[in-house]
């Protein structure tokens, strides 16, 4: 498929995203104007500028990160499928999903992790820790500060000590927040 | 005024800024990993629906009015409902347009403007001048409104606007002009067009005091203000009208209020105008439509059909802030008119472009 720009929807396609991401067909049409109408200027894929044109979205901390997961790595356009695959994450979860459905606990940790670990290469460092720091605070607290906070939540979830935090360990730390709820929005019918 | 196409119903939301720490860590609890799933959320949510960029898309009716142009997601549901659309195609385009002769009369109510305006601009400044310029504002607009074939109700006459003060109006088209003053004549505040507009604007000026600005004087706001104020504190001109949003919204919200009007220390009368959907969507999309494409659109719908609330006049209160007391008055425009009180700026549809550029 890749990156086929197509200003319409077929049916195949929808029963295809059906099936992939479990989302009905009229929340995917919905969706579709959706992606369409942020689409400016109609070339049936988005950049990273239509996303950021979203007022509440350019205002969170988080903005470049959440965007860089509808990117498939050094890719610049998101057709409708991706962006379908990446929401699909976020379908509320159950007792009854699936491990290898995109909207399960794991693949929701999976996108958080994500976030964190910028050079994906499945471990979060330090430095990634302050990173992440930096964008949630800003320049309110000095940098000490910041290392000080990023040293301590590394050694509460290091538990072998390589000064990284696996996916493994990250589950752990992350096994008292209710990711089903947080991690879920509420699509309506 | 939620449409029946919402896709999310949203739980993180980040509208009001001074929220946004709260979402983050309180400074006296310790940082969890799991803190930026909050934001995670919240932006995801931005992504699938924001306040912002559905209020300039027209808005969506839950029964068909047989305009396909408020149709968005056409689906073929029986030969009855098409031959009948066909039958209000060939209404709205070989009857009522030619026949209630929209155009003529729209034609005609601009002659008339000027056939007795005309008169009116050669008189020097006198009492019977200004009457005379009362009643020929009134009968010209009420002329030009039959040509769109508006219907209009007013509420609460009793708050009709005076001399010596702003009136306020959320903005949905420049028809909001016309509608507001086929009731009583008001001076409004414009930029110097070139073109056929503005020729009529000067013209229309000569007969009645109106604000004009050239474009470079727009920017400098304290000499908008001070014109704004020069023209209120002389009684005999007529009130001023002001939309405050800056721009054409779809008419399902009111969007910030720029708080400029709301500085000037006079009394301020705020307008509440509802357009009914059902009959034609008035709503001006300016990037997709120019204005004789949006006059001709206009024309074949079944007719404007809108409501007018006068509100009682505000005043800006010694201990609140032009900001405050523009939201103030936004809200009570809002609940008169059955509108979402939205704290986003219009502007962002236009300024959008910049913040891209970072």
Known sequence: MGSKASLHLREEEIEAIQQETGFQSNQIIRLFSRFTSLDKEQNGFLTRDDFMRIPELAINPLADRIVDAFFNGGEEHVNFRQFMRTLANFRPSSAKTSEDSPNSRTNKLKFVFSLYDYDSDGMISKKELLQILKLLVGANINQDQLSHIAERTLLESDTNNDRHISFEEFKTVMVRTEIDTKMSVRFLD | ?358
């Open chain 2, 1 to 358: 005024m939620a449409t029946s196409e919402d896709i999310i119903e949203k739980e993180n939301s980040i509208n009001r800024l001074g929220s946004l720490t709260n979402c983050v860590n309180e400074q006296h609890k310790n940082f969890e990993l799991s803190d930026v799933v909050y934001l995670v959320k919240s932006g995801i949510e931005a992504v699938i629906d924001d306040e912002v960029t559905k209020r300039f898309r027209a808005e969506e009716l839950s029964s068909w009015n047989l305009l396909t142009r408020t149709n968005f997601h056409y689906q073929f549901i029986s030969i009855r409902l098409s031959l009948l659309w066909f039958a209000g195609v060939v209404l709205r385009y070989c009857v009522l347009l030619p026949l209630s002769n929209r155009i003529l009369v729209t034609c005609f109510a601009l002659t008339w403007l000027f056939v007795t305006v005309f008169p009116l601009t050669l008189m020097a400044d006198s009492e019977f001048k200004r009457k005379a310029a009362y009643y020929v504002n009134l009968v010209a607009f009420r002329i030009i409104c039959r040509g769109f074939s508006a219907v209009v109700d007013y509420h609460d006459k009793e708050n009709m606007p005076q001399s010596g003060g702003i009136c306020v109006a959320n903005h949905t088209t420049t028809l909001d002009v016309a509608i507001l003053m086929q009731d009583r004549p008001y001076a409004v505040l414009g930029q110097i067009h070139g073109g056929f507009l503005g020729w009529m604007m000067r013209t229309l000026s000569k007969a009645t005091k109106h604000v004009w600005f050239e474009r470079s004087e727009v920017r400098d706001r304290m000499f908008v203000s001070k014109r704004i104020m020069e023209h209120v504190s002389d009684e005999r001109n007529f009130p001023v009208l002001l939309f405050p949003e800056g721009t054409c919204i779809n008419n399902t919200s009111v969007m910030m209020f720029k708080k400029g009007s709301f500085e000037i220390p006079t009394t301020i009368y705020p307008v509440a105008i509802k357009y009914n959907p059902w009959f034609g969507d008035a709503f001006w999309n300016s990037s997709k439509h120019s204005m004789v494409q949006y006059l001709l659109v206009v024309m074949t719908s079944w007719a404007i059909v809108a409501d007018v609330w006068y509100l009682p006049a505000m005043k800006r209160q010694p201990d609140e802030n032009a900001m405050q007391f523009a939201e103030r008055v936004k809200s009570v425009i809002c609940r008169r008119g059955g509108l979402v009180d939205c704290i986003w700026d219009g502007q962002l549809k236009r300024m959008a472009r910049v913040l891209s550029w970072k």
